[in-house]
């Protein structure tokens, strides 16, 4: 039991460190094209929230692919960095599928 709660610990511990990673990369994203015009804070809330977000999808995609712990961190800041652009295409992506599966079984 103590080695199922150490476990759970550790797991928690990392991804809070992965949410973190992500957040860091959306500040970056945020500061780097955000060229004047006055601050807005909620903009740069909803840009860390979608950090946040897409570097947490990242992560549960990279451990599921059994990755390296500092590979999923790298792979959460780059998702985090480019989080919704990321959701944008996936979206896109994920449509046209839809669409061509739903095409092809109309026929």
Same mark, same amino acid.
Request: net charge negative.
């Given at each position: /039991?103590?080695?199922?709660? *150490?476990? /759970?610990?550790?797991?928690?511990?990392?991804f809070f460190e992965i949410i973190s990673i992500a957040v860091m990369g959306g500040f970056v994203d945020y500061i780097r094209h955000k060229r004047g015009g006055a601050f807005q804070p909620l903009e740069?809330?909803?840009? *860390?929230?979608? =950090? =946040?977000?897409?570097g947490m999808e990242a992560h549960f995609?990279?451990?599921? *692919?059994? *990755?390296?712990?500092?590979?999923?961190? =790298?792979?959460?800041?780059?998702? @985090?960095?480019? @989080?919704g652009v990321i959701l944008d295409i996936g979206l896109a992506v994920l449509k046209k599928m839809i669409e061509a599966r739903t095409s092809t079984q109309k026929k």
């Open positions: /039991m103590k080695g199922a709660a *150490l476990h /759970m610990e550790e797991e928690t511990k990392t740069l809330v909803l840009s *860390l929230i979608v =950090a =946040a977000f897409a995609i990279a451990s599921w *692919l059994e *990755l390296g712990v500092q590979l999923q961190f =790298a792979i959460a800041g780059i998702a @985090g960095y480019g @989080g």
